[in-house]
């Protein structure tokens, strides 16, 4: 059983910046292509970045481009999405996710293992 576990989120001003992690468990992490949603209340849960099993793909929405950066590390079994100047419309409950092989899917179904999520708050 695969478990995911995110942490590292918090209250921060706008233009500040969160460092997320996920630590994935139970499974080769190598194998797992991983990736971040984020759902904000009354909303859908969207895709926010992604990356590859073996790291040479990361995929983003638009309206985080250039502000958050996906990576990983499989030494220490654990994703990470640093995020720089924040906005208050980036305030969500972020979830990692991850999906065995293949590329960055940006349709939530296409991942069979999540986390619990980790609130983020943007105080303008």
């Known amino acids: 059983q695969v478990q995911l576990v995110e942490s590292g989120g918090g209250l921060v001003q706008a233009g500040g910046s969160l460092r997320l992690s996920c630590v994935v468990s139970?499974?080769?992490?190598?194998?797992?292509?991983m990736a971040w949603f984020r759902q904000a209340p009354g909303n859908e849960r969207d895709f926010v970045a992604g990356i590859t099993w073996s790291g040479g793909n990361t995929e983003y929405t638009d309206s985080v481009k250039g502000r958050f950066t996906i990576s990983r590390d499989n030494a220490k079994n654990t994703v990470f999405l640093q995020m720089n100047t924040l906005k208050p419309e980036d305030a969500a409950v972020y979830y990692c996710?991850?999906?065995?092989?293949?590329?960055?899917?940006?349709?939530?179904?296409?991942?069979?293992?999540w986390g619990q999520g980790t609130q983020v708050t943007v105080s303008s």
């Open positions: 139970g499974g080769a992490f190598s194998t797992y292509t």
């Open positions: 996710a991850a999906r065995f092989l293949g590329g960055v899917k940006k349709t939530r179904d296409e991942y069979t293992s």
